[in-house]
């Protein structure tokens, strides 16, 4: 299996986001506070952080998942942790 980029990452981030918080992916960029731009609070965050796991067979430690800010940060915690495995 061939790891995915950062576009189909983002791609599959976005949807599940959508899907999550019942809002058009237009409406979620790079650059998107999780908190202040999408509204996530933790009980959507353990949400997201089991799609993530489940998405991309990762084990992400709820440290790591409390960092994250923007959407952009949880991509570059998905490569890393894709690139680690």
């Given at each position: 299996?061939?790891?995915p ?24 960029s ?23 796991e489940?998405?991309?067979k ?28």
């Amino acid at each position: 299996m061939t790891t995915p980029d950062a576009d189909q990452i983002f791609s599959r981030i976005r949807k599940a986001l959508a899907k999550l918080l019942k809002i058009p992916e237009s409406k979620i960029s790079l650059e998107a506070s999780l908190k202040d731009d999408l509204g996530i609070d933790s009980v959507d965050n353990l949400d997201l952080l089991f799609a993530i796991e489940d998405g991309f067979k990762l084990k992400i430690s709820e440290e790591k998942a409390s960092q994250l800010r923007t959407v952009n940060d949880v991509i570059e915690l998905i490569k890393k942790e894709l690139s680690d495995g």
